[in-house]
């Protein structure tokens, strides 16, 4: 009886697609793509007139990776492709595909693709396609079943007619985690990047999103977009969706909530450990505003987000592609600024700054091993991930050589850190008073303080 069950489970029309419908979305509700849009009209006009496509001889894409962040919008601009083409639009996660029963996932896609091919033209949408398209391997198990849900995937793709009208897009944010054979010619042989939104971007999600809402009427889009640098669609569409009416104090609340966490108002904090975080977020907030390339201070609260007990916020209104080496190291001191405040201050050392230390750790791990910024190793790029041999080949001395040069980085910021905390300790204990008083210190009133 269960060998019948488990063969049942991959014959059901429904579980190979979410959604097989015509889309509404179309490219006026996507914004800050503009380029993006402009590379798919060539697919939309094809789907629209495959006819002229066929005659005029044109190579259209079968496949087109679609690569991003979470939340940048992946899915929908391959929906809006097919509500502008005016086609159904047929939806699968790749996680659906591999189940626990071996054979499923090769049976899945392969119904996945012969209803594409009944109500075609239309489009086929593979979201998270890293979870069948990783790299082959000889493994077993689940490996295998993975092996084989790939190779029945490239067979389907290889294996269309010349008048199918029938694309492919698939979404992932590891696309250097993809088998090569997913890449050549014929199959995902298209690849388009959706970038985090710039500045005028940010402003164009954020008004498709403020149509239908009151606001009051000192909110400014315009603000709200450069307070926003790093945020993805998704990031932004959660920030307007926190309420109805709108004012500018609730914009701002719900981007702390989005970057630092829910207020915990119920929390009843420790006098020792209030004053604690108060030295600790004031020595982050001393560090930061002595350094060059630091952003300034928008926010020092000592008011519990999330699992932060407190945080300082800096401004961030410009959007940058390149990270300089000198912005890096800066960046490590003002991140150990509230261990070094801690231990000067206080004489004492906390856990508050495991996450800090973290963070600091990974960025100096990348400025030897992924952006080459050594100047005893050199211009070298080892990927684990992508390799977990790598390191192994370069050899054991190599190891050890990262692993001295990262402790060099942040030993050296720890101690810049600790030098500046000691030379302006009169303007760590005003910050750090001011905080135990009034819990939040604002941009101003900060820079009041440091005069």
Request: aromatic content about 6%; hydrophobic content about 40%.
């Amino acid at each position: 009886i269960l060998m019948f069950k488990m063969q049942g489970l991959g014959d059901k029309g429904k579980v190979y697609d979410s959604e097989t419908t015509k889309s509404k979305i179309t490219f006026d509700d996507v914004a800050g793509l503009d380029e993006e849009k402009y590379e798919m009209m060539e697919i939309v006009d094809f789907l629209k007139n495959p006819k002229r496509f066929y005659e005029m001889g044109a190579r259209i894409p079968r496949g087109v990776l679609l690569c991003g962040q979470p939340g940048t919008g992946k899915t929908l601009i391959a929906k809006a492709i097919a509500g502008q083409a005016k086609v159904p639009f047929i939806s699968m996660s790749g996680s659906e595909f591999i189940e626990m029963f071996a054979g499923l996932g090769a049976s899945r896609v392969r119904k996945l693709f012969e209803k594409a091919k009944k109500i075609s033209p239309c489009i086929i949408f593979i979201d998270e396609i890293d979870a069948i398209g990783a790299r082959r391997s000889s493994g077993s198990g689940a490996e295998t079943e993975n092996n084989q849900t790939l190779n029945q995937l490239l067979v389907e793709m290889d294996g269309f007619d010349t008048e199918e009208t029938i694309i492919v897009l698939a979404a992932t944010n590891r696309p250097e985690m993809l088998d090569k054979a997913l890449l050549r010619p014929g199959r995902f042989d298209r690849r388009i990047n959706i970038a985090i939104p710039d500045l005028r971007g940010r402003e164009a999600i954020l008004k498709i999103h403020a149509k239908e809402k009151k606001f009051a009427e000192d909110v400014n889009l315009k603000s709200i977009a450069e307070d926003t640098a790093g945020f993805t669609g998704a990031d932004l569409a959660n920030i307007l969706n926190e309420h109805k009416a709108i004012t500018n104090k609730d914009i701002e609340d719900a981007v702390k909530k989005v970057t630092v966490g829910l207020e915990k108002q119920s929390r009843v904090v420790p006098e020792k450990d209030k004053r604690l975080t108060a030295f600790h977020e004031a020595g982050h907030a001393i560090v930061s505003s002595m350094l060059e390339t630091q952003k300034e201070i928008k926010e020092v609260s000592i008011i519990p987000r999330g699992v932060a007990g407190g945080y300082t916020m800096y401004k961030t209104n410009e959007d940058k592609y390149y990270i300089s080496k000198t912005e890096m190291e800066e960046k490590l001191v003002a991140l150990l600024g509230g261990r070094a405040a801690e231990k000067i201050a206080l004489n004492d050392i906390s856990t508050g700054a495991s996450n800090d230390i973290e963070v600091a750790t990974e960025i100096a791990k990348n400025m030897i091993v992924k952006y080459g910024m050594s100047e005893n190793l050199g211009p070298i790029s080892i990927n684990t991930e992508r390799d977990p041999y790598e390191l192994q080949m370069l050899g054991e001395r190599f190891g050890d050589a990262i692993g001295a040069e990262v402790k060099v980085l942040l030993d050296t910021a720890y101690t810049r850190a600790q030098s500046l905390i000691i030379n302006n300790m009169d303007k760590l204990n005003k910050v750090a008073e001011a905080l135990l008083e009034k819990e939040v210190i604002s941009a101003e009133e900060f820079q009041e303080l440091i005069k």
